[in-house]
């Protein structure tokens, strides 16, 4: 046992967690023959996906919390921009002075708690879904088709909720009218653009950063970045056409190509602003929270069978881990 546990570092985390490469090295009677994950007993893998889930929930709710508030400002902003009510600048300050005049009156708001309730659910599921593919072992397609789907249908669903609550809030009409179908159309493509960029493209981008001489750490934080803030480029104009069809209902072609060509620039560097905190700092924010956690559980169940540490127990926890 001691020559097993010797050359492993004291805390293990994400960096320093030894691959299962290594491990097997260091058991010389597993070599041709490494214990698979489906060695854990049924009760224990039960025990570990339970755990990292609950690091996914974690770290999904504690890190959207941090960036809700400016995602409530630049959403905000956007509609009240398209319906011509006001001005980016002007609406992001009136709304900043509302935010620290009232902070706890704005905690309880509608406005945020919409948004925390949007992005810690899309983070939440893109979290466990990757962990139940993990858990399973699924191929690398089958994960990132599922990654795509579900997290795809989580945050399409509460961001058009939460859209359809901000435009009539915000929209400037004094009447409620119902949301067109073409309207969460639009939406519906922005989400589909928006979340393949956030959680299915990133991993590509990092390989390929990794490929060409990247660090691996420093290639996982800017696929998480660039990703996610090109896409607004496309995604900008498609929010911004979707709140047309609600405010101008009757307009005509031209005018709503006018307005994208005219608000068009305002609109995509909202958008950067606001999705830099959303998927972009979220995003390696999530990663962290959810890797230290993963780390603690190794630990945890590590320190916890200590005296009585199985090889195989050890590679499979490590395998599991990563």
Same mark, same amino acid.
Request: with cysteine.
């Given at each position: 046992m001691s020559k097993l546990v010797a050359p492993l570092p004291r805390t293990i985390n994400a960096k320093s967690m030894p691959s299962a490469q290594v491990i097997q090295e260091a058991l010389p009677h597993h070599e041709t023959n490494p214990p698979s994950i489906r060695s854990l007993s049924e009760s224990e893998r039960s025990e570990l996906l339970k755990l990292n889930l609950a690091g996914d929930f974690v770290s999904a709710t504690s890190v959207t919390l941090g960036v809700a508030p400016f995602m409530t400002v630049i959403d905000k902003a956007i509609v009240e921009v398209a319906s011509g009510s006001?001005?980016?600048v002007n609406s992001s300050v009136r709304s900043i002075r509302s935010i620290l005049s009232s902070p706890i009156s704005y905690v309880k708001s509608p406005m945020f708690l919409a948004m925390w309730a949007?992005? +810690? $659910?899309? #983070?939440?599921? +893109?979290?466990?879904?990757?962990?139940?593919?993990?858990?399973? $072992?699924?191929?690398?397609?089958?994960? +990132?088709t599922s990654l795509f789907i579900g997290t795809t249908a989580v945050n399409s669903t509460a961001t058009m909720l939460k859209d359809s609550m901000y435009a009539r809030m915000f929209g400037g009409s004094s009447s409620v009218r119902p949301m067109p179908n073409i309207t969460y159309g639009l939406w519906g493509l922005r989400d589909c653009l928006v979340i393949s960029s956030s959680f299915v493209m990133p991993p590509i981008l990092q390989k390929s950063l990794v490929e060409g001489g990247m660090e691996e750490a420093k290639a996982k934080t800017a696929a998480q970045i660039i990703c996610p803030v090109a896409t607004q480029f496309l995604?900008? @104009?498609?929010? &911004?056409?979707?709140?047309?069809? #609600?405010n101008r209902p009757n307009s005509n072609f031209s005018a709503r190509m006018s307005l994208l060509v005219s608000e068009f620039t305002t609109i995509v560097s909202a958008r950067i602003a606001r999705i830099a905190p959303a998927y972009g700092i979220g995003g390696v924010g999530n990663n962290y929270v959810r890797d230290s956690w993963r780390s603690w559980v190794?630990?945890?169940?590590?320190?916890?069978?200590?005296?009585? &540490?199985? @090889?195989?127990? &050890?590679?499979?926890?490590?395998?599991?881990?990563r």
């Open positions: 006001s001005t980016i949007t992005y +810690a $659910s899309t #983070y939440c599921a +893109a979290n466990s879904i990757r962990t139940i593919n993990e858990h399973y $072992s699924t191929t690398s397609n089958q994960s +990132a995604a900008g @104009p498609v929010q &911004l056409l979707g709140l047309d069809f #609600y190794v630990q945890r169940e590590m320190d916890k069978a200590a005296r009585g &540490l199985s @090889p195989d127990r &050890l590679v499979d926890l490590v395998i599991h881990k």
